[in-house]
């Protein structure tokens, strides 16, 4: 199901017409937030709003509607991928819940109270100078939530596909959520699928020269290192403010990497020379 679809139908009419939505923000008995163009307003019957007054305020339950209507009403389906906080529409839009929840892991939620509606963009944003700095070296892309990782993770596949075998390791189906991107490059891509059983398998069975995937936590060390220390380039995704925080943030593991592209939500982009700020 798509975004739109699962949307109350007051807010898919108001924001269907809209091409730069980047976020919006559903919450019980609160009046709905859209990000585009990266500027926040409230949504009102027939305008976006810079203040909450005449904005448009949910129900108390449409949470759970919404959750429900997205699930094809078989949320149990879905329990697994829930309880990591997201799930992932079929147009690649990524909804993080959250609300009250219960169970021995405290990881299975009784009442949805917000929602989190990401949206993916299909952006041009590695130049041609970035490509050739990038090109057969291991790299992280840093930057704070919503600062274009993924996107930028995306497009940097795309064209290192051009000439080299790349595969793309998608676990929550946001780096590559159209068959159409598939359509335009040569990037392998293994979705839904866990890291460390598509560095295992897909070294093996296809060869790559590169390894791209997105948001990579103390966890996927181990495999990390090996493959990046195996001839086959990484590119990966982090969490952090800049370059200190994900070395402070990350031990040893970011003697693994060359490059280091640290991005912001201006969209601003800095790229490190690793072997050479660790002489600093």
Same mark, same amino acid.
């Given at each position: ?56 305020v949910?129900?108390?339950n ?21 309880a ?28 949805y ?6 949206? &993916?963009?299909? !952006?041009s =944003?590695?130049?041609? +100078?970035?490509?050739?700095?990038l090109?057969?070296?291991? *790299?992280?892309?840093? $930057? ?14 795309i ?13 929550r189906?946001?780096?590559f ?6 359509q335009?490059s ?16 897909g070294?093996?069975?296809?060869s &790559?020269?590169? !390894?791209? =995937?997105d948001?990579? +936590? ?8 090996k *493959?990046a220390?195996? $001839?086959i380039?990484?590119?990966c995704?982090?969490?952090?403010y ?19 592209v ?9 790229i ?9």
């Open positions: 199901m798509k975004m739109l679809e699962c949307l109350p139908d007051i807010i898919s009419e108001a924001i269907c017409n809209i091409k730069d939505i980047r976020e919006i923000r559903v919450r019980n008995n609160r009046p709905v937030r859209i990000n585009t163009g990266g500027i926040w307003y409230y949504v009102g019957t027939k305008a976006f709003l810079s203040k909450e007054t005449n904005a448009i949910m129900s108390d449409v949470c759970d509607e919404i959750v429900t209507t997205a699930c094809n009403k078989s949320v149990y389906a879905y329990e697994k991928t829930l990591n906080g997201f799930f992932t529409l079929d147009d690649g839009v990524r909804v993080g819940v959250c609300g009250s929840v219960f169970g021995k892991d405290k990881n299975i939620f009784q009442k109270t917000s929602l989190c509606f990401r949206v &993916p963009h299909m !952006i =944003c590695v130049d041609e +100078s970035t490509l050739g700095i090109a057969n070296s291991n *790299t992280i892309v840093i $930057g704070p939530p919503a600062s274009g990782k993924t996107t930028f993770l995306r497009d940097l596949a064209k290192l596909s051009q000439e080299s075998n790349v595969l793309a390791v998608d676990e189906g946001e780096l959520f159209s068959d159409k991107i598939l335009t040569n990037v392998d891509v293994l979705k839904w699928t866990s890291k460390s059983y598509a560095f295992e398998v070294v093996r069975a296809l &790559p020269d590169y !390894i791209v =995937c948001e990579i +936590s103390d966890k996927d060390s181990d495999y990390i290192e *493959t220390s195996s $001839g380039k990484i590119i995704s982090a969490h952090g800049d370059y200190n925080d994900f070395i402070n943030r990350f031990d040893i593991l970011h003697k693994s990497f060359d490059k280091a640290s991005l912001q939500k201006d969209f601003s982009v800095n490190i020379d690793c072997k050479k700020y660790e002489q600093y």
